[in-house]
């Protein structure tokens, strides 16, 4: 007698059967055919054809039946929405019935027929029904109004439903307002509707105590969104909403430790209340971590955020994130986070004994992660140091081949935090040279060797044996060895030229990766003109390494612990990633995104930030005044990288960038730079020269763009922005925008304006990096958009971002991408792509950049063109003229704009001017302006053949006027 | 909220689907089943996993996966919550919530996820009022409907659902009253080599089996409530009382449910009631061995019941050849599961498990750590009793009952 029965098929087709059995007379037959239907249905075969048969069945006095047609009608209403209104009467019907069982019902599937024209028929039943007496169907008819407004938002607003909604918050029964409160912030989240006031506030916390768990984690949720007036009423809701800490529904728990981590920060840091409260929350988290494992993931994730923010709260309770050797993998690699962030001098102990213990287990990666958090411990805690390096080398006998190179990787960070005291174990890791095959730890082992070249005798040996595989190695490795044998050389130049020698030539001639060669070129340039400075710069004091390396950014820290059982703070990512709006534009660009994310080379980040670029501020005043001759070296490092690219202007456009990226690098190592204007952004020019040399055919601009890559302008030389400009007239440009917050976009800003200058289209943009690591890999991609507008080269920055840095870039456009009318017109969607993520955001371009240069029409044509368009596709306009320019002067704005005068004539003291305005998609634009000498205003005219083109033109001619 | 829900079987087959919200195609499952093929074994696949669009949240019970999806932000504890509950919900009604149990109830799963969830949000998730709304199948039923065309669909709306009490249905009746209590405690703990504890904590419940006619309300103290500072209750507690008096009062559901489950931690020291003595050697060729012994340590003179001693060997291990003094033992070599059923252990010579273990390879392998089960009744760990239960507002004299047991919850020895 059980439901598998209704998977037995006849050979002569099932739904023909179903059909023959749905229609029969017998309700028992009846009903077990719509069972069987319902069967198919929940495994997902497709039988949407039997829909009016179904639809058949659903006049009936029982109640089984009745639903079980209902659950048929909601998944296949959509596909058969003509039909579907078949059903109408009957749910008007029911919404009618006695019984608020059928009421409920009837109300309830009509708001999950996703079908447009069911919608109205819907409105009156629904009105009813939030009405209605028995509370059951009024919090039924609450949830579904955000039904409705899911399928038709503006329906829900013009029939006053949200009112209705909000007249529920104060009903009697805890349930309906719970669901009220759930309704209305589903509402809310797509258009904000209604605010959670002062008097809403404490409706929602009377009918907490009451409702339903499920209803008491919306109300919290609506709660958190409150920001009381003062403190007397956050300590109020914090001691009405404590008591759900108790409660055994971990949903109820988390979001209760959501609302409190937020007005705790709103009460004064040292009161009574604020202790109190803070011990109350350990113990529910930690009955959190004895729940199911899924539970015990995201209470770790949100744990993880509590005690970076309060760490406090939980310091007294590391034991119960001591892992058990059956937890499942993802819950053991969250404890071990959490362990690491609580560990201090106090339990070091402990947590290095576990961790010990955790190095020896069976699963690979939390193996490799415990043997790195020992080395987070031995950085984090400086009196642990030494044991924790005894642990290390401890593991490292072990052989275990990872254990081995996951100790080296973090007795490297160990070496940098602590300089000179642990160097007597270099010899142990020597002997585990040849079981090192990974990557990373072979480039750790050979920093080490290049760090402590003095110390190791064979150290010249060890270094060449690699040398010899140069090419076979991986990036970091190569970067690594390059650096290392540099050291060596600077430390014992004695007997290492030939291996320096051999390292640089292999690096800069016979390598295809512009970073390996770049630093090559540095150091050959470096070590050639002055070994001295090349010693201040190679083996410069290194910048300390914090002791959290993974700490989240405090600003996406407090908007996190703001979400705290959200998915934002299960994914540490903002929470407004997860919002709706960012949707619309992921769809249409995830194909070209996906593109993007592949083509980005994936270049790892330099670890060992000292001797490279990364370390080059804190050199960059010692070493000044150190190099004499930097014309004659800046003449060589150019001729270097012409030379094999061959003298021609195009090809070295590339090339130039490539010097570029070291040259700028290299003048602020040598702290040449000097002129204030250009440290302000060092790192910008090498882009913005590049963004220049395809149309380097004329040679004064890129002359300039040297110059000022390379300083020698003094504090005096223009921007390279401004030189760019300069050629040509200067036209009104827009205002950088806010294209990328940094709050909301991983610490990626950017700001930016679209600007037309020599006769095409830029893109100006100041990326400006607001993380703690430095951002890489730019890349960039358009959606399709009004006006075919797509980068004419890659985005290319050679140089990583680094912390706090701007990056000034100039990107030039072109016209000929694939076209889809945009609304608004001049809306363009952008992918941008680095190293962290993929960011999207949307633009208006100004109209004014799609005005071509050859815009200018010939008086006939113009006259002609004139007459032919329609009146009906005229457009006047009135504009103010507030600088009371002359006729002159507005020729002039509009001539530097690619708004070109045609003709002009006065006629009783009124001046007409006619311009003709050409976009790059050829369409053209006529314009007459009518200056009278009388008024302040001038009258504006357009006409166009297509009517779109006109759009918004006004407001760029007044842009124009007004700059 | 949760848009869509999927029910997967380990092997990768969707066993039922249902869409609250408009459909999604179950080719999303092959991102949940994409990180099904990564993960070494089912419970290590990610509950929570993000797609290019949707987010997929899953809990694991018994070869199932429940996978919920959800297109925007949502508290994902709450989707957790709600798939546990509806594990829950299908064992109750079905005996165990397995594929089998699943395939052979479809339809009635189906509507039970219907009355569970409404626009993804729950609806009705107390058992007691979903057993007044849709019967759970039994068999004399089965026969009563065929022959009367009745159906398992209640027609009314159940009583209990909007009242303030909504865990309790009206017109409840009993012949015989009773209250039963069991006061369940489960020892986490690790042990080091040493024998020494590195932590301990006892995870205790009160489950209470409640036949009591009408609306009886129950007034339960304890002789030592300070004990329970970490607690959660079951939403009938109130919570006002406690906090004042620490006094637990109640209106109690119909039938089984957990009354309150408290957290007794680290710092309080726990008394371990077991021993495991271990002499493990794992190495290629011979020489391999292997011998147990476990007993009773400060078990306030209660006898240890139910022992179970298991070990998951490494692969290397391809047999064992053991000898146990008492219960039987057996190891798979397939899962490399050694069990050893020790059973009651009496007082006298302590239960060993001896022999050699037969290692493929010529390696030193390590050994695993051990896991112990065991029972005690008439034994709180913590010392938690029960002073005196009261009944108000009915005036029958219900038969009441406490029981005590102390269980091992994850008690594991390392080696």
């Known amino acids: ?72 009608l909601m998944n296949y209403a959509k596909s058969q929405p003509d039909m579907a209104i078949m059903a109408v009467n009957t749910f008007v019907k029911d919404c009618e019935d006695p019984n608020p069982l059928i009421r409920a019902l009837a109300v309830r599937t009509m708001g999950c027929i996703r079908v447009e024209k069911i919608t109205e028929y819907l409105c009156e039943p629904l009105r009813k029904c939030m009405k209605d007496e028995d509370p059951y169907v009024r919090k039924t008819a609450a949830v579904c109004v955000a039904k409705l407004y899911d399928m038709n938002p503006q329906l829900v607003e013009e029939q006053g439903f949200v ?76 001691e009405r909403i404590s008591p759900r800490l108790a409660h055994a529904n971990a949903a109820v728990v988390l979001s209760t430790v959501k609302v409190l981590m937020k007005l705790i920060e709103m009460l004064p840091a040292d009161s009574d209340f604020i202790a109190s409260l803070t011990k109350k929350l350990a113990p529910p988290m930690v009955t959190l971590l004895s729940a199911e494992p899924e539970i015990q993931y995201v209470a770790l994730r949100n744990i993880n955020l509590i005690v970076q923010k309060r760490p406090d709260i939980l310091k007294q309770e590391m034991k119960v994130f001591f892992v058990k050797y059956n937890d499942p993998i993802y819950v053991k690699m969250e404890k071990l986070d959490v362990m690491i962030r609580l560990a201090q001098q106090s339990n070091i102990a402990q947590v290095l004994s576990e961790l010990k213990e955790y190095a020896t287990e069976v699963d690979v990666d939390f193996v490799r992660k415990s043997v790195r958090a020992i080395g987070r411990c031995a950085i984090k805690v400086e009196q642990s140091a030494e044991r924790c390096v005894a642990t290390l080398l401890e593991l490292i006998q072990t052989k275990v081949n990872y254990v081995v190179q996951e100790a080296v990787v973090v007795i490297k960070d160990i070496f940098r935090k602590y300089p000179n005291r642990y160097e007597s174990i270099i010899s142990t890791l020597c002997e585990n040279l040849d079981t090192l095959d990974e990557p990373e730890a072979r480039a750790s082992m050979i920093w080490i060797i290049g760090e402590y070249a003095e110390r190791i005798d064979n150290a010249d040996e060890l270094l060449e044996s690699f040398v010899d595989g140069f090419h076979d190695e991986n990036t970091q490795v190569q970067l690594q060895l390059l650096t290392s044998v540099v050291k060596l050389f600077l430390k014992r130049p004695t007997d290492t030229q030939q291996l320096v020698q051999r390292v640089l030539s292999l690096a800069t001639q016979d390598s295809d990766n512009p970073d390996l060669r770049d630093r090559g070129y540095i150091y050959w340039r470096l070590l050639s003109a002055d070994p001295a400075a090349a010693k201040e ?140 204007s250009y440290g302000a952004a060092p790192a910008a020019d090498p882009m913005a020269a590049w963004g220049m040399a395809p149309a380097a055919a004329a040679p004064a601009p890129s002359g300039g763009g040297l110059n000022d890559l ?62 703690m690591q430095p951002l890489s890999d730019f890349a960039i991609q358009f959606n399709k958009n009004s006006f075919g507008l797509v980068p004419a080269q890659p985005l290319h920055i050679a140089a990583p971002v680094f912390p706090n840095q701007t990056t000034q870039v100039s990107l030039q456009l072109a016209t000929n991408g694939p076209v889809q009318k945009m609304e608004p017109l001049a809306n363009v969607q952008i992918a941008m792509k680095n190293n962290v993520d993929v960011f999207y955001f949307a633009t208006i371009v100004p109209m004014l950049v799609y005005f071509a240069e050859d815009g200018l029409m010939e008086k006939r044509d113009f006259l002609e063109l004139w007459k032919e368009i329609p009146e009906a596709n005229e457009q006047q306009f009135t ?78 001619y007044q842009k124009i006027f007004d700059n | 909220m949760l848009n869509s829900l999927f029910i997967i079987n380990t092997s990768g087959d969707v066993i039922l689907e249902k869409h609250w919200k408009s459909v999604i195609h179950r080719s999303i499952c092959d991102y949940f089943f994409d990180a099904q ?22 809990v694991y019970h018994s070869q199932i996966f429940l996978v919920a999806v959800s297109t925007e ?82 027609e009314v709306l159940p009583s209990g659902q909007l009242s303030n009490i909504p865990w309790r249905r009206h017109g409840v009746k009993y012949t015989n009253n009773e209250a039963y209590f069991d006061v369940i405690e489960e020892i986490d703990a690790i042990i080091d080599k040493q024998g020494a504890t590195v932590c301990s904590e006892i995870q205790g419940y009160i489950d209470c089996c409640s036949r009591l006619t009408g609306m009886p309300d129950l007034t339960m103290t304890l002789v030592n409530p300070r004990l329970l500072d970490d607690v959660s209750f079951h939403p009938c507690v109130r919570f006002k009382r406690w906090e004042n008096e620490r006094v637990l009062s109640f209106v109690p559901p119909d039938g089984n449910f957990r009354l309150l489950s408290y957290h007794i931690a680290t710092q309080n020291i726990v008394a371990i009631p077991v021993y495991v003595r271990h002499s493990i050697l794992l190495k290629g060729g011979i020489g391999s061995r292997l011998e147990l012994t476990v007993g009773p340590k400060q078990s306030m003179g209660k006898v240890l019941e139910d022992v179970v001693v298991e070990m998951t060997m490494p692969k290397a291990v391809q047999n064992c050849n053991l000898t146990p003094s008492h219960g039987k033992y057996s190891f798979d070599p397939a899962s490399k599961l050694l069990q050893w059923n020790v059973g009651k252990i009496e007082l006298g010579k302590p239960p060993t498990l001896k022999g050699t273990v037969t290692v493929s390879g010529t390696a030193v392998v390590e050994p695993p750590p051990i896991s112990v089960r065991f029972k005690i009744n008439q034994l709180a760990a913590s010392g938690l009793k029960v002073n005196r239960l009261d009944m108000y507002g009915e005036n029958y004299k219900p038969f009441k009952g406490v029981k005590y047991i102390t269980k091992a919850g994850r008690f594991q020895i390392r080696t």
Not at chain 1, 583 to 590: D, E, S, V
Request: hydrophobic share 40%; aromatic share 4%.
């Open chain 2, 73 to 154: 932000e949502t508290p994902p504890l709450m989707v957790i919550e709600f798939l546990h509950r509806v594990v829950a919900t299908l064992t109750s009604y079905f005996d165990e919530c397995s594929d089998s149990a699943i395939k052979e109830n479809c339809v009635m799963v189906f509507e039970l996820l219907d009355e569970m969830l409404d626009n993804g949000y729950p609806l009705v998730t107390e058992l007691n009022i979903l057993q007044d709304l849709i019967k759970p199948p039994n068999f004399l039923r089965n026969i009563a409907n065929q022959v009367t065309g009745r159906t398992n669909i209640s």
């Open chain 1, 537 to 676: 710069v190679v083996l410069a004091e290194k910048p300390l390494i914090s002791e959290e390396t993974d700490l989240l950014e405090p600003s996406l820290l407090d908007q996190l612990v703001c979400h705290i059982g959200s998915l934002a703070s299960v994914y540490h990512k903002p929470p407004s990633s997860f919002v709706d709006n960012t949707k619309a534009p992921l769809r249409q660009l995830q194909p070209n995104a996906a593109a993007l994310a592949t083509n980005g080379s994936s270049t790892g980040m330099d670890m060992d930030s000292a001797p490279g670029l990364i370390g080059v501020p804190s050199v960059g005043g010692a070493a000044g005044g150190a190099v004499p001759s930097q014309d004659t070296l800046i003449a060589d490092l150019l001729q270097l990288d012409m030379n094999p690219m061959g003298g021609v202007a195009a090809p070295a456009a590339p090339a130039a960038a490539h010097v570029a990226a070291p040259g700028g690098g290299l003048d602020d190592l040598l702290g040449l730079g000097g002129g204030p």
């Open chain 1, 879 to 956: 504009i103010a003229n507030v600088r009371n320019l002359s006729a002159d002067d507005i020729c002039a704005k509009l001539q530097a704009n690619n708004v070109f005068t045609v003709a002009r004539r006065s006629v009783d003291g009124q001046e007409l001017l006619y311009h003709s305005i050409k976009y790059t998609n050829k369409i053209v634009v006529l314009s007459e302006l009518k200056i009278s000498a009388a008024s302040q205003s001038l009258t504006l005219s357009l006409k166009s053949r297509h009517q779109t083109a006109l759009v918004s033109l006004e407001e760029v």
């Open chain 1, 163 to 238: 009112e209705l909604l909000n007249d529920l918050l104060s009903d009697a029964n805890p349930m309906v307002v719970a669901n009220a409160v759930a309704a209305l912030s589903e509402i809310n989240e797509s258009k904000p509707l209604i605010e959670v006031n002062s008097q809403m506030v404490n409706k929602l916390l009377t009918a907490l105590n009451e409702c339903t768990e499920w209803g008491q984690v919306f109300i919290l949720d609506a709660l958190s969104g409150y920001t009381p007036k003062d403190e007397r009423e956050a300590q109020n809701i914090c």
């Open chain 2, 37 to 58: 093929k990564k993960a070494a074994c089912p419970e290590d696949v990610p509950p929570i996993i993000a797609t290019p669009h949707h987010y997929l949240i899953s």
């Open chain 1, 1 to 72: 007698m059980t439901d598998s029965k209704y998977f037995t098929t006849t050979k002569k087709g099932e739904i023909f059967e179903l059909k023959t059995e749905l229609n029969s007379d017998k309700k028992e037959k009846k009903r077990e055919a719509v069972k069987k239907v319902i069967a198919s249905m929940t495994v997902g075969k497709d039988v949407s054809a039997l829909f009016p048969d179904v639809i058949n069945c659903m006049q009936t006095d029982n109640v089984e039946l009745k639903k079980l047609v209902y659950l048929y």
């Open chain 1, 710 to 771: 390379f300083g020698l302008g003094g504090p005096g030389s223009p921007s390279l922005g401004g030189m760019l400009g300069g050629g040509g007239q200067q036209g009104y440009q827009t205002p950088k925008a806010l294209w990328l917050d940094a709050a909301t976009h991983k610490g990626l800003q950017v700001e930016g304006a679209m600007v037309r200058k020599n006769g095409a289209i830029y893109m100006e943009m100041a990326i400006t990096n607001k993380a």
